[in-house]
T-cell receptor, first 108, second 115 residues
Framework: GIQVEQSPPDLILQEGANSTLRCNFSDSVNNLQWFHQNPWGQLINLFYIPSGTKQNGRLSATTVATERYSLLYISSSQTTDSGVYFCAVGTSGSRLTFGEGTQLTVNP | GAVVSQHPSWVICKSGTSVKIECRSLDFQATTMFWYRQFPKQSLMLMATSNEGSKATYEQGVEKDKFLINHASLTLSTLTVTSAHPEDSSFYIC???????????FGPGTRLTVL
């Protein structure tokens, strides 16, 4: 099956800093989603981005499908951004394979 | 839009009992729903895919007789953990997609503890 690698596994920032999270995948995809899992376990949809670039407030994402990677940018980080960020990809049908996640901690 | 609910949020049961978890799409019709399991500090692992009115498709290594899935309507799927044991303790999360779309929306999860 498809392999999904996220980096870095852990990231600690000071409030106000910017960061980039990376997701590499091993095969062509027809679905790529970024999620934020909050401390209660809820997965929040950030982006549906199998290709191209999208922005939503302080967050933006870019997927370069031909080179099999996606980037999530977080600007001016806030303590409420803390949590685990997951990248998940789909190759056929609608099944998703999740990466191992990036644990982000934003300190005040 | 695209809200998915789960019930219960958490459940504690004795070993050997069965537990049913409900997943509902509140504001859309979900042709396909998915069930995932997440152990502490780990990623989500897909257990099964369910389509309304048909049998679920289970991932390799998932016991279909232990994890019974019923997708009875376009807004409801249920997961029943039969004869639960302590090793079944986990966080169970469902997701759903709308017809013609690929994006999955997730429920808030159900934390199962088997004593």
């Amino acid at each position: 099956g498809i392999q999904v690698e996220q980096s870095p596994p852990d990231l600690i920032l000071q409030e106000g800093a910017n960061s980039t999270l990376r997701c590499n995948f091993s095969d062509s995809v027809n679905n790529l989603q970024w999620f934020h899992q909050n401390p209660w376990g809820q997965l929040i949809n950030l982006f549906y981005i199998p290709s191209g670039t999208k922005q939503n407030g302080r967050l933006s994402a870019t997927t370069v499908a031909t080179e099999r990677y996606s980037l999530l940018y977080i600007s001016s980080s806030q303590t409420t951004d803390s949590g685990v960020y997951f990248c998940a990809v789909g190759t056929s049908g609608s099944r998703l394979t999740f990466g191992e996640g990036t644990q982000l901690t934003v300190n005040p | 839009g695209a809200v998915v609910s789960q019930h219960p949020s958490w459940v504690i049961c004795k070993s050997g009992t069965s537990v049913k978890i409900e997943c509902r799409s509140l504001d859309f019709q979900a042709t396909t729903m998915f069930w995932y399991r997440q152990f502490p500090k780990q990623s989500l692992m897909l257990m099964a895919t369910s389509n309304e009115g048909s049998k679920a498709t289970y991932e390799q290594g998932v016991e279909k007789d232990k994890f019974l899935i019923n997708h009875a309507s376009l807004t409801l799927s249920t997961l029943t953990v039969t004869s639960a044991h302590p090793e079944d303790s986990s966080f169970y999360i469902c997701s759903a997609i709308r017809a013609g779309y690929n994006e999955q929306f997730f429920g808030p999860g159900t934390r199962l503890t088997v004593l």
